[in-house]
C-alpha cells in the first residue's frame, strides 16, 4: 500500500523528518520522543500537559507536524492513527477520553474530526479523508491539496498535571484496487515486479501505483488489447479490473494410424498344411471317381 510517509513509522523516529517537524500546539505542552511507551518502531512521538502556561484554551494535550511546505494530499483516501492516552496520573483519571484531529491547508481552511478513545488502551483509527471529515472552508479539494499542518488534541482532566499522549503511528493511505492477471489458456508463468507467480493471480494495492508484469513462456501470443510485448506496465485500479494474456495453442498430440482387422482371420501356417492335405484328397477322390465311371 502507498502512504505519507512511505514507512508509516517514520514520522514516530525523530523529531524531524524528511516531510517535517513535530511540536507542541500550546505553550503548556512538551513534545518529545518516548522510546518505552511504543507499540513498533524505536519511538513514538510524546505530547505531555504540563501547565507552566495558560494560554491552553483547549485544555488539552496539542501534537503538531508540521509540513516544511504545502503537501498536496488529494491522492490519499484516508488517515490512519495509532495512539495511546495515559489513564492516570498519581491515581487520578488523565483524560476525558475526546479528542480531535485537524487538517489545516496554508490558507486556514481545514479539516477536523471529533472522536472518543478509552484511556489506557492503544487504538487504531482510520477516517476516509472525503467523507468523516467536517469542512471550514471552500472544498475537501482546497484543503487537502495544500496541507500545512497535521494536530492532534485530546483533553484533559482539570485539575491533573503530567498526562502524557502517545502517537505511534500517523499516516496518509491511498485507496486499494484489485487487479487480476489471467492467461488463455490458463497456468502460465509471469513475473509481477520481479516476483514469480502463475495464472489466474490477483494483486491489491493503492491505486494509481504502477507496477511491471512480465509474461513468461516462448508460446505467448498478445495480450487482449493487441499488444504482442510481452513485458506491460499496469496500474492498479479504482475498484477491480482484469488483463488477459493470450498464448498460442498447442498442436493436437499425433495419434498413430489404427490397425485395420484383416478381412480374413490369419490362419496358423499348420493348418493351411492341413487344409491342403485335405482338399488334396477330396481332388484325388473325385478324380478316382470318374475314372471309375469310364471303365
Not at 472552508?137 to 497535521?150: A, Q, Y
Request: proline residues 6%; glycine residues 10%.
Amino acid at each position: 500500500m502507498s502512504t505519507l510517509p512511505e514507512d508509516p513509522e517514520a514520522w514516530s523516529e525523530s523529531l524531524t523528518t524528511d516531510d517535517g517537524y513535530w511540536a507542541e500546539m500550546f505553550y503548556d505542552i512538551s513534545v518529545g520522543l518516548d522510546v518505552v511507551n511504543k507499540k513498533s518502531g524505536e519511538a513514538c512521538i510524546a505530547g505531555k500537559y504540563l501547565n507552566v502556561w495558560p494560554h491552553n484554551p483547549f485544555l488539552g494535550v496539542g501534537i503538531r507536524f508540521m509540513f516544511y511546505s504545502p503537501k498536496d494530499l488529494r491522492g490519499y483516501k484516508t488517515i490512519n492513527l495509532f495512539h495511546l492516552l495515559q489513564a492516570a496520573v498519581n491515581g487520578k483519571p488523565a483524560f476525558t477520553g475526546e479528542c480531535v484531529i485537524y487538517l489545516v491547508a496554508d490558507n486556514d481552511n481545514y479539516l477536523k474530526k471529533k472522536f472518543g478513545t478509552i484511556p489506557g488502551v492503544w487504538e487504531t483509527k482510520v477516517w476516509d479523508l472525503y467523507k468523516d471529515f467536517e469542512l471550514v472552508g471552500s472544498s475537501v479539494e482546497g484543503v487537502l491539496s495544500r496541507v500545512i499542518t497535521v494536530v492532534v488534541i485530546c483533553s484533559v482532566e482539570a485539575e491533573v498535571y503530567g498526562q502524557h499522549c502517545f502517537i505511534d503511528r500517523i499516516y496518509f493511505a491511498k485507496a486499494l484496487g484489485t487487479l487480476y492477471v489471467t492467461s488463455e489458456p490458463t497456468g502460465k508463468t509471469f513475473t509481477f515486479d520481479g516476483r514469480g507467480f502463475i495464472t489466474p493471480h490477483g494483486f491489491r494495492g493503492a491505486v494509481g501505483d504502477r507496477h511491471t508484469i512480465v509474461m513468461g513462456d516462448d508460446t505467448f501470443l498478445k495480450w487482449e488489447d493487441g499488444s504482442t510485448s510481452r513485458t506491460r506496465e499496469v496500474v492498479i485500479p479504482d475498484g477491480t479490473a482484469t488483463i488477459k494474456a493470450h498464448y498460442k495453442e498447442a498442436p493436437p498430440e499425433e495419434k498413430p494410424p489404427e490397425e485395420k482387422p484383416p478381412v480374413f482371420p490369419e490362419i496358423p501356417r499348420e493348418a493351411w498344411i492341413g487344409l491342403g492335405v485335405v482338399l488334396l484328397g477330396v481332388l484325388s477322390l473325385f478324380a478316382y471317381g470318374e475314372y471309375a465311371k469310364r471303365r
